[in-house]
């Protein structure tokens, strides 16, 4: 079975400031997708960013850009120029490929603090 | 991108009583959704895939007796926590999938039951 892995629990960055959010996983599959998602203090999860494994270019979405390590199983977060709107919950998930009834495999989360 | 939304987004309800829960598309046809359950400063546990015209799929360890889910349109999945106890109390959230191989999960706003 799949699992995901955040190990940091808490993280906090200073405004402006660039922070980076660790995901491991563990799967013997080869074609699978990754994603990060934000859980705001509203609890509405937005996805933040996506990464297809058999991409080896790592996706970015404007101040948000992962590093996709396959052979490590590695899929960390970098947010740039962090803003306090960034303040949130952000959870790793995997999902493999193939039929809509795949289901997504969350991490336990990572709340991060931005200090103004 | 898509929208899911979820109706009620709380509710209060007296211990005995059943309460039901809405997972709408609103500008897609969803041929999955997903009903996950999360408790404060935890990730989303999945309880069950509904696909539309068909009976659901429980995960390990969720009551289908207790958490009815019918995925009769497209377009709609409903909830219905029965005989409702104060354990049952909890953060639910939908997800559905646009088409049968997007890779992308929209979510529902979510909804905040409390039993008393």
């Known amino acids: 079975a799949q699992t995901v892995t955040q190990s940091q629990p808490e993280m906090s960055v200073q405004e402006a400031e660039t922070v980076t959010l660790s995901c491991t996983y563990d799967t013997s599959e080869s074609d699978y997708y990754l994603f990060w998602y934000k859980q705001p203090p509203s609890r509405q999860m937005i996805l933040v960013i996506r990464?297809?494994?058999?991409?080896?270019q790592n996706a970015t979405e404007n101040r948000f850009s992962v590093n996709f390590q396959k052979a490590a199983k590695s899929f960390s977060l970098k947010i740039s120029d962090s803003q306090l709107g960034d303040a949130a919950m952000y959870f790793c998930a995997y999902r493999s490929s193939g039929g809509a009834t795949n289901k997504l495999i969350f991490g336990t989360g990572t709340l991060l603090a931005v200090q103004p | 991108g898509a929208v899911v939304s979820q109706h009620p987004s709380w509710v209060i309800c007296k211990s005995g009583t059943s309460v039901k829960i809405e997972c709408r598309s609103l500008d897609f046809q969803a041929t999955t959704m997903f009903w996950y359950r999360q408790f404060p400063k935890q990730s989303l546990m999945l309880m069950a895939t509904s696909n539309e015209g068909s009976k659901a799929t429980y995960e390990q360890g969720v009551e289908k007796d207790k958490f009815l889910i019918n995925h009769a349109s497209l377009t709609l999945s409903t909830l219905t926590v029965t005989s409702a106890h104060p354990e049952d109390s909890s953060f639910y959230i939908c997800s559905a999938r646009v088409g049968v191989r997007n890779t992308e999960a929209f979510f529902g706003q979510g909804t905040r039951l409390t039993v008393v």
């Open positions: 990464q297809e494994a058999y991409k080896q």
